[in-house]
């Protein structure tokens, strides 16, 4: 032993650091570079299947359970080489501490992300779709285990094995199926709050049947060691559920939204993870399971719960977790399935698992009176694997229950039931469409005429900077003089991340119909909040606020088919700058663009993008103190009448004034310009019907409106004319005008969705406080010009400097 001491490939501690390369000193050989090493190479390759994978709508997970197989001995561990110099024997140890100390704080989050409270609410049909989720399978991994016992698993302890088969089988994977949820966008359909209520129960029957497991392995000297174990594991989660809470609330009080957490509660609460952890793995139960119950206890009202998880997550789930991935990737050997007869038993493995899962999960839903298809697809969505089926396994491979073939086994089994979850769901549940019936007649504004149907917006805003003006529009714009009722349906965009925390945002989208503004009661701080509700109470609106969380790729999909269900007349949009101190447009999220133009192209209404300068002020103005100008820019065309219309639905509030300003070509002026688009004066006469309609029934009304036509013969002159409207509050244009005119002011293609008159007032040229609403009118198809200006290159999506 003493000279293999001197040997580094055998020695069995490792130091720390090198002295480097030049002292003669290889990094390999030393715990700290070679763990680096490690770690980037996990990241890497994970992060490059997930990116692969991305296509087939697969959970991150299963990118990073590949990724752990693939580095182990099943693909490229085969390399014996490779395997003793990345992986050595030696290096395992640190290896696997620093996994399960990241897994360790990754259970605290996801122990975070279970609300009691909401699980106490949960409906008898969830919990029975639980228990059967469990029940059946559990049963089936009994009885499977005896078959293994009898083959594969000779000369194991039976009582461990066969609890550890029956909770291998019967979990469901909550965190994974949030995301697919999710993905597939069913978190707010009834077969999503179904999946999700059971899974969550499923997940807390599944923590306590492990702490069971776990108790029952070890037993070498007596029976009653279990029960001590059972007994003082019990102990601990009942004086945890007495002092958390009570710790954490009084911690919570002292957060209020929006300020900062005091650092010394952060490390408070880590070193009492750290603690429960310990106190756990004392018992004889594993560290995670103090993790998890201090997670779950954790009170979620206020800010504090999410500030932990901002602190934490980012590391944890980016850096620690995929360690573990990878610690169990190396002990899982595929080649150990070798033969007919194994792969027999892992085909009954996987056939169990799914047809116990799926058919338990159905039956009860059938019973219930949930239609089959919906039945199916909640059954599907039960069968969903994932981190916590890799915890139980690696626990269970740890205490010498499951064996090299075994686990190879059950780490397939996990992997093929969640990677076939997403496909399986897609073929059989089509979420029904809401159909397109003939009472959604008003997808515009123009034309609406004398309706007395409600008058039905989706205004969409991404945070609370978006809110001030948006409340503001709402007030202008409810129509003091008309009978119909203003409704409108306010939609929180949210992007769904990789990140554990947006589980958190899940449980918003599952209280879809509550207000997303309610905050701690006791807070009381946050004064927009207040303002929205008082507006909602003394004003004749109705307000619907809705969360919609999606991957940017997809978040226009979501407001489209908002607009779709609530047959919204109109879709108001926040465009993707935002006002800087200096008065200049910085860009705040590049994305947002990309989903303003494909709502513009995909929309089943007109759609205004709202470019923001503090319309009406820092909050919500009270109505008898509304005093704003607005100006319609009106050149022609379909787009044009849009923005007239909404116009003229402002200027029936008392407290604006409505300039409109029509744009003729001087005849005696300069030739038309090249590009520009010409249209005859027959041609001409709709925008001559809508500008003489609007002068009788509004112009000639009110004294706060007024008309005016102004000639011009060049672009100077234009932008010269329009620069003298720059003192408004607010400009409404239409997207796409027409006529001979807006050739002039074709040259300034920043941002070509906006179009050419909202380019030039958005563009540091053009010095104005005013707001602008560029309008884009409904119409089944898009003019080829409209979709042109949609597809061009983002060429220029910089910050104005």
């Not at 064996?403 to 093929?416: G, K, R, S, Y």
Request: glycine fraction near 8%; aromatic fraction near 8%.
């Amino acid at each position: 032993m003493a000279s293999s001491d001197t040997t580094p490939d055998s020695a069995p501690l490792m130091k720390a650091t090198s002295h480097g390369v030049f002292q003669g000193d290889s990094p390999l050989h030393y715990a700290l570079p070679l763990v680096i090493l490690q770690m980037c190479l996990v990241l890497v390759l994970t992060r490059v299947l997930a990116y692969l994978l991305k296509p087939l709508r697969q959970p991150r997970v299963v990118a990073e359970i590949v990724g752990g197989v693939l580095l182990g001995p099943s693909a490229l561990g085969r390399n014996e080489a490779y395997l003793h110099v990345v992986f050595p024997p030696r290096s395992l140890t640190v290896l696997d501490t620093l996994a399960n100390l990241g897994l360790l704080f990754f259970l605290f989050l996801v122990g975070l992300e279970l609300d009691l409270n909401s699980l106490r609410r949960t409906g008898k049909k969830a919990v029975c779709i639980a228990m059967a989720g469990i029940s059946l399978p559990f049963i089936l991994g009994i009885g499977v285990s005896f078959v293994l016992i009898g083959t594969i698993s000779g000369g194991v302890d039976e009582g461990p094995f066969i609890v550890f088969m029956g909770v291998a089988m019967s979990i469901t994977a909550f965190p994974v199926l949030a995301r697919i949820l999710a993905e597939l966008k069913l978190l707010t359909t009834d077969v999503g709050k179904m999946a999700m209520s059971a899974a969550a129960v499923n997940d807390v029957v599944a923590w306590i049947l492990l702490a069971l497991a776990v108790a029952l392995t070890g037993t070498g000297r007596s029976p009653l060691v279990a029960l001590w174990v059972f007994l003082c594991a019990s102990g601990f989660v009942i004086l945890c559920s007495f002092l958390v809470p009570r710790v954490f609330k009084w911690m919570s009080q002292r957060c209020p939204n929006g300020e900062p957490v005091d650092e010394l509660y952060v490390c408070v609460t880590l070193g009492g993870v750290l603690a429960a952890s310990f106190v756990t793995d004392t018992i004889g139960i594993h560290a995670l399971f103090g993790a998890f119950v201090v997670g779950v206890l954790i009170p979620k009202e206020g800010a504090f719960a999410g500030a932990l998880v901002e602190k934490v997550e980012d590391l944890v789930s980016g850096l620690f977790l995929p360690l573990y991935f990878v610690s169990s990737g190396l002990k899982t050997n595929v080649a150990s399935i070798k033969g007919a007869r194994s792969w027999g038993l892992f085909v009954l493995v996987f056939v169990s698992a799914c047809f116990g899962k799926i058919a338990g999960s159905v039956g009860v839903c059938l019973v219930c009176k949930i239609p089959f298809m919906e039945a199916l697809a909640i059954g599907l969505l039960m069968n969903t694997k994932g981190l916590v089926e890799i915890i139980v396994l690696n626990i269970g491979k740890d205490r010498g229950v499951l064996n090299d073939e075994t686990f190879a086994i059950l780490v397939l089994m996990a992997l093929l039931t969640t990677f076939i979850t997403t496909p399986l769901v897609v073929a059989v549940y089509k979420p029904a469409k809401t159909p397109s019936n003939s009472e959604y007649k008003h997808r515009a504004l123009d034309r609406r005429g004398s309706s007395t149907s409600p008058f039905r917006m989706l205004f969409c805003f991404h945070s609370v900077r978006n809110l001030p003006t948006m409340i503001n529009l709402i007030e202008v714009l409810r129509g003091t003089g008309k009978r119909e009722v203003l409704l409108v349906h306010a939609m929180h965009l949210m992007e769904l991340s990789e990140r554990s925390s947006a589980i958190l945002m899940v449980h918003k989208a599952r209280k879809n119909g509550l207000p997303f503004w309610k905050k701690d009661t006791n807070s009381g701080s946050d004064q927009i909040v207040v303002a929205f509700e008082a507006f909602q109470q003394l004003s004749r609106v109705t307000i619907w606020p809705t969360t919609a969380i999606s991957a940017m790729t997809s978040m226009h999909e979501d407001i489209c088919s908002g607009a779709e269900s609530n047959r919204a007349a109109m879709i108001i949009l926040p465009f993707h700058k935002h006002l800087r101190l200096d008065g200049q447009l910085e860009t705040t999220r590049a994305e947002y663009r990309h989903v303003n133009r494909k709502v513009l192209e995909h929309a089943p209404c007109s759609v205004g993008i709202l470019v923001d300068r503090g319309f009406g002020g820092t909050s919500h103005i009270a109505a008898s103190n509304v005093n704003s100008l607005v100006t319609v820019l009106f050149f022609g065309g379909h787009d044009d009448h849009e923005a007239l219309a909404y116009g003229a639905r402002m200027a029936e509030h008392p407290g604006i004034n409505l300039i409109v300003v029509r744009f003729l070509l001087n005849p005696g002026g300069t030739s038309v310009p090249p590009g520009s688009i010409t249209i005859d004066i027959q041609e001409s006469t709709p925008d001559d019907n809508v500008i003489e309609d609007f002068k009788k029934n509004f112009a000639l009304k009110y004294n706060t409106v007024n008309y005016e036509e102004r000639m011009v013969s060049d672009a100077a002159e234009t932008t010269e004319m329009i620069r003298e409207y720059g003192r408004s509050n607010l400009f409404l244009v239409g997207r796409m005008p027409e006529g001979e005119v807006v050739g002039f002011l074709k040259n300034n293609s920043e941002c070509p969705e906006m179009g050419p008159v909202g380019n030039f007032l958005i563009s540091p040229s053009f010095t104005t406080a005013a707001s602008v609403l560029v309008v884009q009118q409904y119409h089944t198809q898009l003019s080829l010009l409209s979709l042109a200006s949609l597809k061009e290159d983002e060429t220029v999506d910089r910050v104005d400097s």
